[in-house]
DNA sequence: ATAATAAAAGATATATTTGTCTTTTATTTA
DNA sequence: TAAATAAAAGACAAATATATCTTTTATTAT
């Protein structure tokens, strides 16, 4: 286990290749972001089906179509990524499973937790994806292995 | 999903929950344990023995029998929790599932999450389960719901 | 219109995590 | 020694996450 599921992974990596390949109308196709972003195309296309219907990345059917960003979607923060994915559960979740987190009945995490969490939600939301695309044009970021 | 697995909060909250009840020599149930925690008896019962095992806690069978923890085992990190039972993915894994973390072929999130990451370790590798016992006894911290 | 292309949708399969139940072993008490 | 207690061990079950395969729909180019 990690911070986020496999499947969260696969969607960050997934919109961040998108991101990265379609400028201007352009578009990227399922075999090729799955290869871009080393995970499994099959699995990758069920993410991506739910990753369109939610608007966060739009896809084109037929030749020359696939999968591109609009300026409204590279605004957007990474944050709503994982909350389409893997809800918000790391956002507000207790650090030890506690039905609910709070400083009325805090675990004994709970305050170092907490920072822990706002800065994770910080570098979620302080960041669109746009943002992380700059940096990975410098070339010196990957998306695989 | 959170940070750590279910079976890893558990263990947690268990451990703590022990060391809690248990001062010179006195032994827990695993029933009272469960109750405490508010977790299923039997699963619970099976990470129990996985702590045993690894010498996490101490455990003996028959009447007025039941799991403890001697000063040795209050001394210990909370971080050997986590290794025992969720490896340590979350203190040296990628946060977007790169087979590896490394600054030589760092995923977008690298230079924050390793912040972050850092934090977390922090958190578990410099309190012991008996530093957050103390603060247990105080009887503001919560193990359940 | 037809064929080709590529995503969407639906069904199915596998693996892992989470959870339960039964039997066995160790220990204590009577 | 026998009965009671409590954890250990092993087998099994359910739920969820991960992954694959097939069919359908939308779009384009011929
Ligand atoms: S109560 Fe556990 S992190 Fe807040
Ligand atoms: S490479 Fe992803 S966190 Fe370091």
């Known amino acids: 286990m990690g911070v986020f599921s496999k499947t969260c992974e696969y969607a960050m990596r997934a919109v961040f290749f998108i991101a990265h390949r379609t ?6 196709g399922i ?3 799955a290869a871009g972003i ?3 195309e099959a699995f990758l296309a ?9 608007g966060i990345v739009n896809s084109i059917k037929g030749p020359n179509g696939g999968f591109y960003m609009d300026a409204a ?8 990524v994982v909350l389409a994915v893997d809800g918000d559960g790391i956002f507000v979740g207790c650090g030890m499973g506690l039905e609910y987190c709070s400083a009325v009945n ?5 305050n170092e937790f907490m920072e ?3 800065r994770i939600q910080k570098m979620m939301q302080e960041n669109t994806i746009g943002d992380f695309n700059e940096e990975l044009n410098l070339g010196i ?4 292995k």
Chains 1, 2 share one sequence.
């Open 23 to 28: 400028t201007a109308g352009e578009r990227v």
């Open 31 to 33: 075999r090729e972001i």
């Open 38 to 40: 080393d995970s499994p």
């Open 46 to 54: 069920k993410i991506m089906q739910d990753l369109t219907r939610r």
């Open 73 to 80: 979607s590279l605004k957007k923060p990474l944050s709503e």
């Open 106 to 110: 805090p675990c004994p995490l709970h």
């Open 116 to 118: 822990i969490r706002t």
């Open 141 to 144: 970021l990957s998306l695989k």
